[in-house]
């Protein structure tokens, strides 16, 4: 009789889609090997239909089961979690030739899977505006905020925020998206249990990817001053604030 760790490494096997080592056999039966080897995968297709619904309404139910599994084939998961497998099906379908020709579906499985993430992400209180008014004037320049976890931010060419807006629950029909009409800066973040997607300027992007580094205030504002003179960082961070996007704020006397 094989050995627990034999049995383990044999099991682990089968769930690769590697044979079952014969000895195996001596404990399990070819059914139950294979109903194994079935749930692990069938599992973390499942998990892959939950994070991409906008993907598989574009490729179809049964067009999107057969990536699945090809993905789940090839890629081995890296947690116990199931919420954090699948974060690799963008780069994918990069080289996935049956989607070679829709070269917008990469991008949207970003957005997807930002969008997965902001919603397991932490819950955490908002910045209180009184707690940004006791920062004494000389240390404005070295603010340094903290956004809340589920705060994400990518770039694409293509129009993500029209095409999630296409996707969402409710709607009597799919409505047309162009394609053509170019794309941006999106950012994604969560406001209690509601998902938000978002288009933004390339100075707001620009911004919060610096507050997202943690680079002081000075230095997050001279980088969106760039992409637009006409920034101004007030009605922005008054707007991160009602919106749950800001939660904390630091400055040198607390560090």
């Known amino acids: 009789m094989p050995s627990l760790e034999q049995q ?79 974060s690799g099906l963008a780069d994918f379908l990069q080289t996935f030739p049956p989607v070679a020709d829709y070269s917008y579906l990469p991008d ?66 799919v409505p047309e998206v162009d394609l053509g009409q170019g794309g941006g800066a999106v950012r994604v973040w969560r406001e209690g249990l509601l998902l938000h997607v978002e288009s933004i300027t390339a100075a707001e992007a620009a911004f919060m990817q610096a507050v997202m580094q943690q680079r002081p205030f000075a230095e997050a504002l001279d980088t969106a001053l760039r992409c637009d003179a006409g920034f101004e960082p007030g009605p922005l961070l008054q707007d991160w604030m009602h919106r749950t996007i800001l939660c904390e704020a630091h400055w040198s006397e607390e560090e």
């Open 108 to 173: 949207v499985a970003r957005l997807e899977w930002q969008l997965h993430r902001a919603y397991y992400a932490a819950d955490r209180a908002g910045l209180s505006p009184a707690l940004l008014a006791a920062c004494p004037p000389q240390q404005i320049a070295q603010l340094r905020f903290v956004l809340h976890p589920s705060v994400g931010l990518m770039d694409s060419p293509w129009p993500l925020t029209a095409i999630w807006a296409a996707h969402q629950p409710g709607l009597d029909e």
């Open 8 to 86: 383990l490494a044999g099991m682990a096997a089968v769930l690769l889609g590697e044979e079952a080592p014969a000895a195996l056999f001596d404990t399990h039966s070819p059914a139950r090997i294979a109903a194994y080897r079935n749930n692990h995968q069938g599992n973390r297709v499942e998990a892959l239909k939950g994070a991409y619904p906008i993907l598989q309404q574009l490729l179809g139910e049964d067009f999107f089961q057969a990536l699945a599994q090809r993905f789940v084939r090839d890629h081995l998961s890296e947690s116990g979690n199931l919420h954090d497998y699948g």
